[in-house]
């Protein structure tokens, strides 16, 4: 797909591009997940690994190396959605301002306010399966009782976080953006000749 045309191409390509960073991602985002809550646990259950490497270790070791992989679907899920929620949807919304404000595609402003667009869809679709998806790395408990314990909250249950979330997101997601125009606009593409 040398060029992706409408959305469903835009949004095949970012799933596909988040599946693949998952499988790389996640044995990372265990460990660093388990230490994140390792304080709120009792000290007979926390994990107290030293850092990433020694976490690693010792999951493998203790636990196996599939354990690595634990809540490896909706890792999956989580990387592909939260890429088609930023890139996919930066692009789309990119050229719909670009379309309603009449301005041109390096304009500074327009990178602004769609990366700020694309971060402000994504946390929404992505914080539920967040939520689960930290329940099932910290708590070896199946999918059903990990979404009837997120659900005890009601319906916010699932989007318990959120203005943390997008406090997290939304600058992180303009930088990136901001950072890749910028870049693209100084130095452009290169072109590679297939000849």
């Keep these: 797909m040398d060029d992706p045309i409408d959305f469903l191409d835009k949004v095949f390509v ?7 960073a998952g499988v790389v991602g996640i044995p990372m985002e265990l460990v660093n997940t388990r230490m994140q ?30 354990k690595l992989y634990s809540g490896c679907h909706l890792s999956f899920l989580r990387s592909s959605l939260i890429t088609v929620g930023q890139n996919a949807a930066y692009d789309q919304a990119k050229e719909i301002y670009m379309e309603i404000f009449k301005m041109k595609h390096d304009n500074t402003l327009l990178h602004l306010i769609s990366s700020a667009t694309a971060a402000c869809m994504c946390g929404p ?3 539920p399966i967040e939520n689960l998806r930290t329940l099932k790395m910290v708590h070896s408990r199946g999918f059903y009782k990990a979404f009837a314990y997120m659900m005890r909250f009601g319906l916010r249950g699932p989007f318990r976080g959120m203005v943390p979330y997008l406090l997290r997101m ?8 901001l950072s890749f125009e910028q870049l693209r606009v100084h130095f452009g593409y290169y072109e ?3 000849s």
């Excluded at 690994?49 to 020694?54: A, E, G, P």
């Excluded at 939304?170 to 953006?177: C, G």
């Design 14 to 20: 970012a799933a596909l591009a988040g599946c693949v």
């Design 37 to 66: 809550v390792n304080r709120a646990l009792p000290k007979e259950k926390r994990w107290n690994y030293r850092n990433l490497f020694d976490g690693l270790y010792r999951v493998t070791r203790d636990e196996g190396w599939t």
């Design 125 to 127: 679709i992505i914080k």
């Design 170 to 177: 939304v600058p992180n997601t303009v930088v990136t953006f």
């Design 192 to 194: 590679i000749d297939d």
